[in-house]
């Protein structure tokens, strides 16, 4: 067995400490996609690095060439290299292809895109693949043909199954086997028909399997914080963010079936609750909360003589409308730069203009209102915002307006952030470069400069895909 399943990734990193053991240096290259999940799973595998003193090396990649180049670099030229991670990129191809095996390398596979490619699942120990399920679960079939494929013919090659073009020879072969017994002919012939039919059928199953097309597996960043919490480690503010950050920019490029994402968001939701719980004097005071509650204020801390001194640092649930950034601008803005806006309303057309002017004014906000920054609003109007939009989304084909998400709160220092700011964020400053995009997760300038970026690239995208509309009516 390659693949390493979901809940022995433990398994997997112990090779890294081992083989850390052995080299006088840096014992581990991460080859890392520059996608944004990628950029959050890397803050993890690295946060878990230095805590064990591992010394590593980061090599961002964008294509399959550069990984090809940047591996034999790396790897074929470094002896003390003792493993090699592989980041959102090299579970679809036969990594064989792209890295020169030896008995002292271990290759680490984490990517959520798929199909697999079955050398890496199936084939070579030295390859270890992370697997979020699809593999235990559902390949036991595949695993069966793969294997069939690839090592039936030398067990049956006695018998006379090698290749059909060797027919006539096989069958001269049977003939002296079994002398003058026609039943015995027979069954030879009989069990090499139905070896054929099983080679078959097993081609057929694996050709299936390839052919089904890309699609988007477990995020990275969380297959990472399952990681880190198999290995004892308390999940911290940092990590649970970049395991939620990863989730969002998959569902925000649509990576992820809206089944997968809410099945995702309630298993990270109950890390939240644990890490997010309030202070003890707080606690007794405090109704549990609603599962979603977007108008609720964050808890606020309390020093020692009872006073309050604002809203403490911590990752909140919450019920988040799909317009773009809207905590960082106008509503108006956020939602005429919002491309599920745009599409469901068609807002390239007068019509569409008329529409979302009436659904504002339905929302309850005067124009001046939906103008102003949407962090100068009142609670109590933010918090109708969200149910007027609940009662009124469909009748725009909006319904799917409010998606389960996550806020992350810095107390005063900074303005909170949702989840889908946060990858939007990510996606923009990629743009940029691999380690801004990196930077953005830990450095509060960093991450400001992302969301400006992203609300200047948010409406570049729309107002283009309006003007193309425009002139096509």
Same mark, same amino acid.
């Given at each position: 067995?390659? &693949? #390493?399943? %979901? ?53 961002? $990649? ?14 074929? @030229? ?14 679809? $191809?036969?990594? @064989?292809? &792209? #890295? ?9 596979? $984490?990517? %959520? ?13 030295? $390859? ?39 027919d006539d020879g096989r069958s001269r072969a049977a003939r002296q086997r079994v002398g003058d017994d026609p039943e015995a002919f027979v069954r ?17 199953? #694996?050709?299936? &399997?390839?052919?089904?097309?890309? &699609?988007?597996?477990? *995020? ?21 963010w970049c395991a939620i950050a990863g989730l969002a920019t998959q569902h925000q490029l649509q990576h992820i079936a809206a089944e997968g994402y ?16 309030? *202070? ?8 549990? *909360? ?10 606020? /801390? ?5 006073? !309050? ?31 599920? #806006? ?48 609940? /009662? ?24 909170? !952030? ?24 830990? @450095?509060? /300038? ?20 309006? @003007? ?6």
């Amino acid at each position: 067995m390659v &693949y #390493v399943a %979901s809940n022995k990734y433990e398994d997997a990193y112990q090779r890294i400490v081992a083989g850390a053991g052995h080299s006088s240096g840096t014992s581990v290259v991460i080859f890392a996609a520059a996608d944004g999940d990628s950029v959050c799973a890397l803050h993890i595998l690295t946060t878990l690095l230095k805590r064990d003193s591992i010394g590593h090396r980061i090599v961002p $990649v964008h294509s399959y060439g550069e990984l090809g180049e940047q591996s034999t670099r790396q790897i074929s @030229q470094g002896e003390q290299i003792r493993t090699a991670v592989f980041l959102n990129c090299g579970g679809s $191809v036969d990594i @064989q292809d &792209y #890295v020169a095996l030896r008995d002292s390398l271990t290759v680490l596979i $984490v990517d %959520s895109h798929r199909p697999f490619n079955l050398y890496n699942i199936f084939w070579n120990d030295s $390859v270890q693949c992370l697997d979020d399920g699809d593999v235990e679960e559902s390949m036991a079939e595949l695993r069966a043909a793969f294997e069939d494929i690839e090592f039936g013919g030398d067990s049956d090659s006695d018998s006379g199954s090698a290749s059909d073009s060797d027919d006539d020879g096989r069958s001269r072969a049977a003939r002296q086997r079994v002398g003058d017994d026609p039943e015995a002919f027979v069954r030879v012939q009989r069990e090499r028909a139905e070896r054929r039919q099983t080679r078959a059928h097993s081609r057929q199953l #694996v050709q299936a &399997y390839y052919a089904q097309g890309a &699609y988007h597996g477990q *995020p990275s960043a969380v297959s990472m914080l399952q990681l880190a919490e198999q290995l004892g480690h308390p999940p911290t503010l940092d990590t649970v963010w970049c395991a939620i950050a990863g989730l969002a920019t998959q569902h925000q490029l649509q990576h992820i079936a809206a089944e997968g994402y809410d099945l995702l968001v309630a298993r990270l939701r109950d890390t939240v609750r644990r890490i997010s719980a309030p *202070p003890p004097q707080l606690q007794a005071a405090r109704e549990p *909360p609603e599962p979603f509650n977007p108008g609720a204020e964050l808890p606020a /801390e309390e020093n020692s003589g009872g006073a !309050v001194n604002g809203p403490r640092q911590a990752i909140s649930e919450s019920a988040e409308l799909r317009f773009a950034l809207l905590r960082h601008w106008s509503l108006d803005r956020a939602m005429r730069s919002s491309p599920l #806006v745009a599409g469901r309303l068609a807002t390239w057309s007068s019509k569409g203009r008329s529409r979302l002017l009436l659904l504002v004014a339905k929302l309850g906000l005067s124009r001046a209102e939906a103008q102003a920054p949407f962090v100068h609003l009142a609670p109590e109007l933010r918090t109708q915002l969200h149910v007027r939009m609940r /009662e009124l989304g469909a009748d725009y084909s909006l319904g799917d307006a409010l998606a389960a998400g996550f806020v992350r709160s810095y107390g005063w220092r900074r303005p909170a !952030v949702s989840s889908d700011d946060m990858a939007l964020a990510l996606l923009a400053l990629l743009h940029e470069g691999f380690y801004a995009a990196y930077d953005a997760l830990t @450095q509060p /300038e960093a991450l400001q400069r992302g969301l400006d970026a992203a609300m200047a690239l948010q409406e570049r995208l729309v107002g283009l895909g309006v @003007q193309m509309l425009e002139r096509q009516a």
